[in-house]
């Protein structure tokens, strides 16, 4: 029987999913310069709200109905799935524009792994849903989710400034006056979203505010015609015979097994909230400044370049070992056990025994 869900009088569930939009979008397109102008230009924020807005709810809503509290390898891997649109509504992943070599065989393996294995998996998916959790879920959990070292609250702020540093480029190093105009302009929409979408009470779970039925299914067919309407249209000098699509679907079809695989298990992070004091005025203009310097500062571009594709192999290879691990933990575990405990059952019980007594403790 279907759980009803008793909202605050004030809470208006559209409102937390046009958040997470503006949050997603912000985080990635306008954060990165892909888009600077992604919330202030009313036509390219309909049509990112399409993108970003509707990935992150229809993957958002699969993931927290089948699992209230999943794994971050279970989050990170619905954000890989994300980044696969790349492969067909941007076609960046099969060509890369910015790049003057023509790629015609086989995928931009280096794009793949920065956008997919990174960027879009955090950035437009894990960072939006955990700030949207911190503003509108009494006991988040997401942040908890990460490593302890980065569970305090005011290393996020540091974070998030080093993200800034490393991404301010493109569009935004371009031009002097664009970041006069896309710094205050996208901190004023991420202010007033704050004011007037979040509710004074909050709800007990992303589960209960993410779209389910008719809501989800009209989310899922705008998604869907955008695909059929972008396949053929944009950009249709790049050749995607089957024999090159059949990577992309082997990638999704191992996706998509691995995010099935780990949200059967649930997490049991410590609930980790970001004080107001962090928001306040001083902090704000704190990160502004920084965003500013980053932004005409030369040697920034080298630095981002060296961060987000280094970065990008780091995390893309760590994460897809904890996917694996946490999708498949009895194969990996057994490929590890000596020899000697598949030839006698009671030592493998007993191993089993020690190696669940450890994990406890831990």
């Known amino acids: 029987m279907k759980k009803h869900v008793s909202f605050p009088q004030e809470f208006k569930p559209r409102h937390a999913w046009l958040l997470l939009t503006i949050l997603s979008i912000t985080f990635a397109e306008v954060l990165s310069g892909s888009t600077p102008f992604g919330v202030l230009n009313p036509l390219e924020f309909l049509f990112l709200a399409v993108v970003y807005g509707g990935h992150l709810l229809l993957l958002g809503s699969f993931v927290f109905r089948k699992n209230r509290v999943p794994t971050l390898a279970a989050l990170w891997t619905a954000g890989a799935i994300f980044g696969m649109y790349e492969f067909y509504l941007t076609k960046v992943l099969w060509d890369n524009p910015w790049d003057e070599a023509v790629v015609t065989q086989g995928i931009e393996v280096f794009t793949t792994v920065v956008l997919v294995g990174l960027w879009h998996p955090f950035m437009a998916f894990i960072v939006p849903l955990m700030v949207g959790e911190q503003l509108l879920v009494k006991d988040p959990h997401i942040s908890g989710l990460f490593p302890k070292w980065m569970r305090h609250p005011k290393r996020w702020v540091v974070i998030a400034l080093f993200i800034t540093v490393a991404t301010n480029q493109g569009a935004l190093t371009a031009n002097p006056g664009v970041i006069a105009v896309v710094v205050p302009g996208t901190a004023f929409v991420l202010a007033l979203a704050a004011r007037r979408l979040v509710p004074k009470e909050k709800v007990e779970s992303l589960a209960d505010i993410l779209p389910s039925g008719r ?37 999704y079809a191992v996706l998509f097994v691995l995010v099935f695989r780990n949200l059967r298990t649930s997490a049991t992070p410590p609930v980790v909230r970001v004080p107001t004091t962090l928001f306040t005025r001083r ?15 030369p040697l920034t571009q080298v630095y981002a370049v060296l961060t987000i594709w280094g970065g990008a192999l780091l995390v893309a290879t760590v994460m897809m070992t904890v996917s694996l691990r946490g999708a498949f933990p009895n194969v990996l575990r057994r490929s590890r056990h000596d020899p000697e405990i598949d030839r006698d059952p009671q030592l493998s019980d007993d191993a089993t025994d020690e190696g669940s007594l450890t994990s406890t403790v831990e």
């Open 215 to 251: 809501p989800l299914a009209g989310i899922a067919g705008v998604v869907a015609a955008t695909y059929a309407l972008f396949i053929p249209l944009w950009r249709p000098e790049v050749s995607i015979p089957v024999e090159r699509q059949m990577i992309a679907w082997v990638i």
């Open 283 to 297: 902090r704000v203009l704190q990160f502004l400044v920084i965003a500013l310097l980053a932004s005409v500062i």
